[in-house]
């Protein structure tokens, strides 16, 4: 499968012909139904139903197609970095961060970098879950990453990562206007029975659900924890009464509009209390100027 015939593929979803596809590429109909056929052939699954003169997407072919324009847009993107990096005489620093939170942070660190007498950087991001910084940070593929530091979790061969806090706040319970919980002024776990609580993650991520799980008392109250891979979705469901969120205290109300739907609640939890901490963590036998400078950068003008 390559990214040609992923634009075959999407073209064909937007015109909703072979034919006028064809004509737009000035190849026959039966190319174009070639190269359909062999992407269909090589991941195993039937995209399109095809009746007399017409054809549609199969539910796997519409789900396909979403991701297949996220896959190319991120393939143009990341071609775009690597020419921006091959034009540019400065050090490139690789950053990977985890969630808008964190990016809204890297954000403002990078600028007030640049505002610094320092060595120019170039700076190249990407979101990735904690797992996978982490793995890219143990296979030099990335320079540092800002993580949540949240509940407890166990870093592999945590001695070999230097970590600076960036910012602290509270981890809050987002609850809907419409949940009789959200008249109280603390959540107790005994609250959460029978409830469901959303946390964001952009990928899958058990480091996520192990962080959150970890914040609550290990005893007999039941509850469901789902992920949500969007803000938006997380704001949306809960504003809808279909869940409560954990929402990180100071970040969000720096992201996002106030939402009149939903309050924030304390939780008061048994096993811990709820502060966070956004860290950057980078391997200590890095010898990168560009992160040297970084986080001396970060260092002196840390945010509050």
């Given at each position: ?146 993580i949540n530091h949240y509940?407890?979790?166990d870093i592999p061969h ?44 952009n990928e899958n991520s ?99």
């Amino acid at each position: 499968m390559d990214s040609e015939q992923l634009k075959v593929f999407l073209a064909v979803v937007q015109q909703g012909s072979f034919g006028r596809v064809a004509e737009q590429k000035y190849v026959t109909q039966r190319a174009v139904s070639r190269q359909i056929s062999r992407l269909e052939t090589e991941i195993g699954v039937c995209l399109f139903n095809r009746t007399h003169n017409r054809i549609s997407l199969t539910p796997a072919g519409k789900y396909f197609a979403g991701r297949a324009q996220e896959y190319l847009n991120n393939f143009d993107a990341t071609v775009s970095e690597l020419r921006n990096i091959s034009q540019s005489t400065e050090d490139t620093l690789y950053v990977g961060y985890f969630s808008i939170f964190d990016a809204y942070i890297m954000e403002k660190e990078i600028i007030n970098y640049q505002k610094t007498g320092l060595p120019r950087i170039n700076f190249s991001t990407s979101e990735e879950s904690v797992e996978h910084s982490l793995a890219d940070l143990a296979l030099n593929k990335l320079d540092c990453a800002y993580i949540n530091h949240y509940g407890t979790y166990d870093i592999p061969h945590n001695s070999l990562y230097e970590l600076v806090p960036v910012y602290s706040n509270e981890m809050v319970l987002g609850i809907s206007r419409q949940n009789p919980l959200s008249l109280k002024k603390y959540i107790d776990e005994s609250d959460l029975e029978g409830q469901t609580l959303f946390y964001y993650s952009n990928e899958n991520s058990d480091f996520m659900r192990k962080t959150f799980t970890a914040t609550l008392h290990k005893n007999s109250i039941k509850y469901r924890i789902e992920r949500v891979s969007s803000i938006e979705q997380l704001m949306t469901s809960t504003a809808l009464n279909q869940g409560i969120a954990y929402i990180p205290r100071g970040l969000i109300n720096l992201i996002m509009q106030p939402d009149d739907e939903i309050t924030y609640c304390h939780l008061r939890s048994k096993q811990q209390d709820q502060k966070y901490s956004m860290q950057l963590i980078y391997l200590k036998n890095n010898r990168s100027k560009a992160l040297k400078n970084f986080v001396k950068s970060i260092k002196n003008g840390k945010l509050s």
